[in-house]
């Protein structure tokens, strides 16, 4: 039901106080009930404030498709990550695990409707959330290059909800909204609070997970709030793996220093993972209110690299044409000449124990690590943030009861790399004592400056015109600091064929640290009204100008249509874009990849960085977009239904290229431009280029339906989206395989289907999760058919969530649980390849695609108490 006149302008102030003017998001789609409000009240109405700044409204008032999880619902599931919980709950939502891929293991890139991490804007109650500093250079396709916010560092606990509008919202909000919007709202409550502990493991008797969690409200004078959040959590590695045919032969052939396994393959090892979260409100007078929130967060994870076979591996043992490759410590290399492998085990050969075990001078790094060596790589991610402001209602002037929010944020993200267990080659024997290296640390500082205005304004119609405008002013930077020298100076056999810089994630050198500023500035207009009783319209026009590559100016159209009490028609267009980080458009990183099975050190440069534009690398211009929706909203009842179709278009896609090999033309050509470039022949080089085009389409549908069932509550929900995505204008970078990752790289159809119990003492429900097929590959290893088995199209697969609660008291719940409850398997490697012998499973050790929509290490269960006061 529509609200007029005062009821409207009350429910503006509501909005404006409760979550600023950014608004809230509400849907249907709440998979399980939450105990204390089910307990209280089953069919309360939802209403929330759509992205419009205008008034709170029912779901079925929408114009445009949202979500909402309630913060209880996202605590109901195994993982402790939100990545898997956001899954769990919405559809068009996919995270995915990364094993062996740098710091992407760390901080998960994440897809809203098959784009990437960096098309979906986070929120933190309504305002802007940073990004992480960490950019997924191994990221599955879809994300390769992506660098969006870290969302895995907010825990369930602190929050009252998450809003998630599925439609494009550039036009209101700014860059980065081209697939949708995640708003994070933080609990507000003065009293009360809860503490936890939860413990689970999966099924094969690893990853062991201990989180211990708490919240608490306290009054903040007698006029406001301070709500305090804290989580801490553990969680040990797991390991998938396959021991290594090349290691298995080195044992045979009597190499006694092979470590079985030769490496693991697996979620890394997360330590010490602590987050605070703080949310301050305090009214100052009858018509203003101070707010403050943020947070401090801090973790160290711990994960490893493939395999370095002492018979094969380049740079480092051999030369890469089979023979062990053997540098002089005194600069003569003529004096140390390479041995030819002539055996399985090169240790037992008489020239290599004569040239080079014996001898001072000529060095092997058999020497050093006899049995081949497993990278560990860990990463400690440092998060903080602090938003500030005040908001109210204005008195006197021509803006006289228009209610106004001015706040000022900053928000920083460090991510700092060690390598143990490694070495620099260039040097050779002259390795650090620990063989340990500090590779550097990426920085993302971000500022922000927001003014955000509204205000009813009688126009002749049944009810007012909502009218919002205001404007922003941010400063993004990036920063990188360099390693110590070990990991990155080049050693007196950087000349001789031997690789440079810390082997598995070379370090930032001198050269590479710097900091890179950005600075915009925007301003929006905003406007909503009631043409008739039953026909709802808006619009919104933004304006944005870059320090970097210029203005922009996105508009926004939405509509709604109550055909009857239980029937509306809704529908949207959108233009939108996302601009280029700033890291993108000037990191620096070398990582290992593997290349027709072997692994090699791959680079990665700036656009306009000497090396890319010798390889046709040009400053980054912002994708744009248009999006139109169209939908329907029914609600009879306790049923409750929503079908929305979507359409997006988004030209000029900001990637990675595919790996650029350097050959003897490009050296030459760089002679003078960049120090000794004859080190990077036969590498490869990457760069991030606008370099494609992409059209999305698909379906979200709804279902929610509540009854009274087995002497209990009972709620049905269904959750289902059909997503398919075709690359068009591929440009010089895209190669067919990354246009088949991008398009069936996640799966076309996804759904959930809950059923949600309520007793007296007792709640449940299950979930059953469907994944249709999708492209499975592997270690971004190009789909080379089904000699290897490195890419297929994996089966569809379900799996089952289940939790039982029961109430033992009115402050005590305790709750079992299990994810995956039947253990389905993820799609497994190819073990035997087409031409009989080893396949991708053995060559990269492990035993699934690390590319599956859901999580390869199988089945999890735990255990929970809450202790609530």
């Not at 403050?292 to 994870?301: K, L």
């Not at 390598?419 to 990426?442: I, W």
């Not at 905003?526 to 808006?538: C, I, M, Q």
């Not at 890319?612 to 009879?636: R, T």
């Amino acid at each position: 039901m529509k609200l007029k006149s005062n009821a409207l302008n009350q429910a503006i102030k509501f909005a404006l106080a409760t979550t600023t003017t950014a608004g809230l998001f509400m849907s249907g789609s709440v998979i399980a009930a939450e105990e204390s409000e089910t307990k209280v009240n089953k069919n309360v109405e939802k209403i929330a404030v759509v992205g419009s700044r205008a008034a709170p409204r029912s779901v079925a008032d929408s114009p445009v498709p949202i979500d909402i999880v309630g913060g209880d619902e996202l605590s109901k599931n195994g993982s402790t990550d939100m990545l898997d919980m956001l899954q769990a709950a919405v559809p068009s939502f996919n995270a995915r695990q990364q094993p062996i891929s740098d710091a992407a293991s760390f901080v998960r890139p994440v897809n809203l409707r098959g784009l990437s991490s960096d098309s979906t804007l986070i929120l933190l109650n309504g305002k802007r959330r940073h990004r992480a500093s960490v950019i997924a250079f191994q990221g599955g396709g879809v994300n390769d290059g992506a660098q969006g916010p870290d969302i895995s560092v907010i825990p369930s606990v602190a929050l009252k909800q998450v809003e998630v509008l599925r439609d494009g919202a550039a036009a209101q909000y700014g860059s980065d909204a081209i697939a949708g919007v995640m708003n994070f709202v933080l609990k507000d409550a003065s009293e009360g609070g809860s503490v936890s502990i939860r413990q689970g493991q999966y099924y094969e008797g690893d990853g062991d997970q201990t989180v211990v969690d708490g919240n608490i409200g306290l009054p903040f004078t007698d006029s406001g709030f301070a709500n305090l959040s804290f989580q801490y959590k553990t969680a040990d590695a797991t390991s998938r793996t396959l021991q290594r045919p090349g290691a298995t032969a080195l044992i045979e052939a009597g190499n006694d220093s092979v470590a079985t396994p030769a490496q693991v393959w697996g979620n890394p090892e997360l330590e010490d993972d602590i987050t605070l979260f703080a949310n301050v409100g305090l009214d100052i007078s009858d018509n203003s209110r101070f707010y403050m929130f943020g947070n401090y967060s801090d973790r160290t994870a711990t994960g490893g690299y493939y395999y370095r076979n002492p018979q094969n591996r380049s740079g480092v043992y051999t030369d890469g044409n089979g023979d062990l490759l053997v540098g002089a410590m005194d600069g003569n290399a003529d004096a140390c000449p390479n041995i030819a492998i002539t055996s399985a085990n090169v240790l037992t050969q008489d020239d290599y124990i004569n040239n080079v075990a014996n001898n001072d001078n000529c060095w092997a790094f058999n020497e050093l690590f006899p049995g081949g060596y497993t990278p560990q790589f860990t990463g400690e991610i440092n998060d903080t943030s602090l938003t500030m402001g005040t908001e109210g209602e204005m008195t006197g002037s021509f803006l006289n009861e228009a209610l106004y929010d001015i706040s000022a944020s900053v928000g920083r993200n460090k991510s700092t790399y060690t390598l143990v267990n490694t070495v620099n080659p260039s040097l050779g024997a002259d390795q650090p004592l620990d063989n340990s290296f500090e590779a550097g640390s990426y920085i993302q500082l971000e500022k922000a400056l927001n003014i955000d205005i509204a205000k009813l304004y009688d126009v002749g119609l049944d009810d007012p015109m909502n009218v919002a405008f205001g404007a922003e002013w941010r400063q993004e930077s990036f920063e990188i600091v360099s390693g110590e020298e070990n990991s990155w100076e080049q050693g007196v056999l950087a000349t001789q064929g031997f690789s440079v810089g810390s082997h598995g994630f070379a370090g930032f050198s001198p050269e590479s640290q710097g900091i890179y500023k950005r600075q915009s500035k925007a301003a929006y207009l905003d406007v909503e009204a009631y043409l008739t009783e039953d026909f709802l319209v808006g619009g919104a026009l933004r304006y944005e100008d870059f320090s970097s590559f210029g203005d922009t100016v996105n508009y926004k159209l939405t509509a709604q249509y109550s055909v009857t009490d239980e029937l509306s028609l809704r529908a949207s267009h959108s233009t939108g874009f996302r601009a280029p980080t700033v890291g993108q458009a000037n990191v620096v990183n070398t990582q290992t990849s593997l290349v027709n099975g072997e692994l090699i050190q791959s680079a990665t440069y700036s656009p306009t960085h000497p090396v890319s534009v010798q390889k046709g690398g040009v400053e980054l211009d912002p994708e744009e977009s248009q999006s139109f929706a169209v939908g329907g909203v029914y609600q009879s009842g306790d049923f409750f239904l929503t079908v929305d179709l979507y359409h997006i278009e988004v030209d000029d896609r900001i990637a990675q290229t595919d790996k650029l090999f350097i050959t003897q033309d490009d050296v030459d050509s760089l002679q003078g431009l960049y120090p000794n470039p004859e080190l990077l022949l036969g590498g490869s080089i990457t760069f991030f280029a606008n370099d494609f085009d992409t059209t999305t389409q698909g379906a979200d549908v709804v279902a929610n339906y509540s009854m009274d069932l087995l002497e209990g509550s009972t709620k049905f929900s269904l959750a289902y989206n059909y997503n398919t995505t075709e690359v068009v204008n591929a440009g010089n970078y895209t190669s067919d395989f990354k246009v088949k990752r991008l398009e069936k790289g996640i799966p076309e159809h996804r759904a959930t289907l809950t059923v949600a119990q309520d007793w007296e003492n007792v709640s449940m429900f299950v979930r059953a999760n469907y994944f249709g097929e999708y492209f499975a590959t592997h270690a971004d290893e190009p789909d080379i058919g089904d000699t290897y088995g490195w890419s297929k199209t994996a089966d569809a697969a379900v799996t089952f969530d289940l939790e039982v609660s029961y109430f033992a008291t009115d402050s005590v719940t305790l709750s079992i649980g299990a994810n995956n409850l039947f253990d389905t398997e993820a799609e497994k490697l190819q073990e035997v390849s087409a031409d009989g012998s080893y396949g991708s499973r053995a060559v990269v050790g492990g035993i699934y695609y690390e590319s599956g929509p859901f999580d390869y290490n199988g089945g999890f269960y735990y255990a929970k108490a809450t202790y609530t006061f």
